[in-house]
C-alpha cells in the first residue's frame, strides 16, 4: 500500500501551475524535518527544475529511445524490469526532496510505452514517499492517456480565463468519464489581480466551479523567473507563499 499522498497540479498551460508545485513542495518541507518528497515533472516543457533551483542531467526521454529499441530487438523484454533498474540515474536527490524530470516524449512509436513508464512510476515510487507531487502538462492528456491515476488531490488550476475554466471543466468531466482514480479535486484561482477578484470569482462560480483558495498576483514571481532565481526562495510574505500554504495546511 502507497505510504504518502499523490498530489497533482494541473489545468490550462500559463495559468502557473509549475509556480504552485514549486510552492507545495516548499511549504510541505516544512512541515516537518522527517518528510520525504518526490517531485516529478510530468511537463515536457520541464519548467520544475528551474522553479525549485537544481539542474539535472538525465529524464525518462532520455531513456524512451533506448527502451524502445531494446523491445524491437527482443518483444519478451520486461520494460517494468528495465524501467525500475534504471531509476536510480533519473533521479536527482535534495536534501529534502528528491526530482525525477519526465522529459519530452517526442521520437518515433506511440506514446505508449512513455505513458506505461510513467503508471509504472505512480505504482512503484510513489510508495517510497511521504508526498508525490506532479506539474502536470499543459491541458487535459494526462488524464485522457491515464498518465496521472491513483491521486489523492488533483489541484486545477485556472487564471480567470474563460480557456482556463473550460480546461477545468473538461478535466472533471474526463475524470469521472474514464474513472480515473482522483480521490479529490480542489479548483485554484491563480494570478487574479486585486480589483478583478470579485467579477472573476463571480463568473467561475456561474460555471459551477467553486474555489478552493484565490492566489493574487504576484509581481515576485516574474521578477524571480526573469532573473532566473528559483521560486522556492520566494520571501515568506511573498503573495502567493500563504495563499499556497493554507492550500497545504487542507491537503495535511
Known sequence: ???GKVIAVAGKGGTGKTAIAAL????????????????????ADSNLPDALGISYDKTVGDIREGLLEDKQRDVA???????????????????????????????PGCYCPVNHIM??????????????????EAGLEHLSRRTTRDVDVMLVVLDGTLKSIRTALRLEEIAKEIDV???????????????DEASVIAEIKRHGIELEEVIPFDSLIQVY???GKPIMDL???????GHVSKIVARIV
Open 1 to 3: 500500500m502507497r505510504k
Open 24 to 43: 507545495l513542495i516548499r511549504e510541505l518541507i516544512r512541515q516537518g524535518d522527517d518528510i520525504c518528497i518526490l517531485a516529478v515533472d510530468a511537463d
Open 77 to 107: 523484454l520486461d520494460v517494468r524490469s528495465q524501467f525500475e533498474g534504471r531509476v536510480a540515474e533519473l533521479i536527482v536527490e535534495e536534501e529534502f526532496y528528491d526530482l525525477l524530470v519526465m522529459g519530452r516524449p517526442e521520437g
Open 119 to 136: 503508471r509504472l512510476i505512480m505504482d512503484t515510487l510513489t510508495r517510497n514517499y511521504d508526498y508525490t507531487i506532479i506539474d502536470c
Open 181 to 195: 482514480d482522483v480521490k479529490k479535486m480542489m479548483f485554484i484561482a491563480n494570478k487574479i489581480a486585486a480589483d
Open 225 to 227: 523567473d526573469f532573473k
Open 235 to 241: 520571501p515568506d510574505d511573498a503573495p502567493s507563499v
